[in-house]
């Protein structure tokens, strides 16, 4: 009987302490797992693709989007955080400048208080990573994957990400993927336009048609 008891208790004492080590195990793992590395920046992805329908009389037209878990989405409002560091990534799937070689110089650059639109402004360093141009058939110079560039020759833009009112301006060539390291203090937080200043559109100076629509070649940026 004093031996049952003693035996009793024996058993009891181990099974709470086997109880107490699964426990402690089940709160430490996830507590592992959360102090195992600092998060990196924040990841924002914009694709432009061609050939999207925009109506009838105009036909097709370049459109922006952001691609957020594998889905393409609109871009009319795009939001940055702010005291974080983002990564942008453009992926542009348009083959062709926006003005080709040789055509009106003056019409370009005076769109949007931009110094040029072919300078990089407004990212860490005032840099682009350009880590792909496929475009192989491409006739602009001094572009080539893998390089990091603060500007961009002359009429070599199928597009350009621009933030005027953060004094940002990524130009995108045809058939590249552009990178570039976005920082934004507490001090920038509000709501900016964003638009695309490289004439890709329709009439007669190319501002219409999806440079002048919401989510296609300009909409609004969010710091917050
Ligand atoms: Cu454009």
Redesign the pocket.
Known sequence: MEIGKKLFIALVVIAVMAGAYGISLNITHPAHIQSSGSSGPVAITLVITTENYYNTTTGQQ?HYYLLQNGSLRSTSTITFPDNENITLTIICYDNGT?YPLGQAQNNIGDGAGQASLYDVNGTVGNVVKVINNTNVNSTSSGISGGSTVSSFPPYSV??TFTVSGLNLNIPIPPSSTVVADLHFSSSQTGSYSWQ?N?P?GTGANGWSG??STQGW?MGSVVVS
């Open positions: 370049p926006a199928a597009h695309c490289a890709c999806a440079m070649m």
